[in-house]
DNA sequence: AACCCAAATTAGACAAGCCTAATTTAGTGG
DNA sequence: CCACTAAATTAGGCTTGTCTAATTTGGGTT
């Protein structure tokens, strides 16, 4: 309501130096160029060119030679962009489990450019995912650690744990290794050793990505997928990693749309 | 492994550059500057520099007045920013049912910043949700409804569905109203109607958040709280409305760090 | 062969952000 | 009161990324 609408009106770094200019007032009850351009790490020339176009938009005063001001407008923003830098953070960490260093950094980029939606789609699920008393987070580090440290051990992972607490369903799934040369199947997980999954991964086989199966090579395997447009050869051991979701797409098509009802 | 190398080291826009290029050449087979231009709705003599930035990098082939081809490095780069995006915007409707378009949006601008480790995280993520067996989409739409239509009913929610899919002992959580003056607590979901959760998050009222109770007045309406540095004040019905954590925070210095252990 | 048109290129301008180097200002000490 | 210093400012330069306007090029028409 009483809400800022400069929202997206003034760039990145703007916006960032408005975060800084907050916090060094919220610490030390006022902000100094020199202040702003030690935190920032930028000349103090650039600081200086930074507020005076943040006093053109009039979220900040700036008498010459004086400390630097926040206007009401300005203190707003500030506070607003600073509160999606912390959520963000906070739901990197305790939700997706990003180490502290990491999820801070990317909060600083996701803090501009995320839309008051998906902000608020993300506040709701955090709530529901901290509050709905299934313990998902601590399902979900079982389920982390599990394949984090799978590294040395037996490698299409059967054990007990995994086949009874993520899902007993998943034990009897079809692998990429199941389909006939020509059928295609959505990937659901990979139950791999960290780095054939990683190295999967970085070729794009995500969940939620059709998979298309082209050839078996004669002795099983050199296995050429189709995959989002591209081909690509996998051995036989990264193959029947692949788990797949029961559900066939019906079109390529209505991939996206379909998505999980 | 055999992977690109030059992340983080073009800017977004000769990113998005290369995103064109190659969805383009999977389309018509070619890519010619004026096809690059009209996609990107820029003029032809900046997709020309753009191609002459992109030439030196090594990740476009471009003889003069002929087409656009993408390198193999230029190839892997652009496949990688891809995926982020059609995997960022499959998680945000998914996982997060953020609306198709706004997903969309927001997935161009994650594609750039997002750090591998959060990518892999995401992924890690997303795997979990979608085949540990809990059904949590299901449950997560269902207390997303119920939040979305609770406009205008009556509005401390006290539903039976509410009570008891949604972890009962919520059910006699304490509110910000219980603590006393002086005392603290974290936000951990706020159980009200629409626009009054809508305000409170608005405001700085998210979850995870601690909040310090400060004043309430003679007759219990206005209630002033202290949050992340800054005073509030909040009608009765507002304050009533924010759930509080079982678990007070020892020093607000570690507060992210103890997140949720 | 001359012409025309669409695509591509070049030239030149501009804003945002950064820089370094030189200058101005204000406060402090001798 | 003068000199020194730290902070602030100004001047001028650089890159990225955009634009408009003018020009070049090459392939098809008449």
Request: glycine share 4%.
């Amino acid at each position: 309501m009483a809400e800022v609408n400069k929202v997206g009106v003034i760039s990145e770094s703007l916006e960032d130096y408005l975060e800084t200019i907050y916090l060094l007032i919220q610490k030390q009850r006022f902000a100094r160029m020199k202040d702003i351009a030690d935190d920032r790490n930028v000349s103090m020339a650039s600081v200086n060119s930074a507020m005076k176009r943040l006093a053109k938009e009039g979220l900040v005063e700036h008498a010459s030679r004086g400390i630097v001001l926040l206007t009401n407008e300005g203190e707003n923003l500030a506070r607003m962009v600073l509160r999606r830098h912390e959520f963000v953070r906070d739901f990197l960490v305790s939700v997706l489990r990003v180490p502290e260093a990491i999820a801070e950094k990317d909060a600083c980029s996701f803090e501009h450019f995320m839309s008051p939606e998906t902000f608020h789609r993300m506040v709701t699920f955090f709530e529901f995912i901290t509050t709905c008393g299934m313990d998902i987070q601590t399902h979900f580090d079982d389920y982390r650690k599990h394949y984090d440290n799978l590294e040395a051990r037996d490698n299409p992972c059967n054990h007990m744990h995994c086949r009874n607490r993520f899902g007993a369903h998943w034990a009897h799934a079809r692998r990429l290794t199941d389909l006939k040369p020509g059928e295609s199947g959505i990937v659901g997980r990979i139950r791999a050793s960290h780095r054939i999954r990683q190295r999967l991964i970085d070729m794009g086989v995500l969940p939620h990505v059709e998979v298309t199966l082209l050839r078996v090579a004669p002795l099983g395997d050199p296995i050429e997928i189709k995959l989002r447009g591209y081909n690509l050869s996998l051995r036989k051991d990264e193959a029947s990693a692949i788990l797949l979701h029961d559900d066939t797409p019906e079109s390529p098509e209505t991939d996206t749309e379909s998505a999980h009802e």
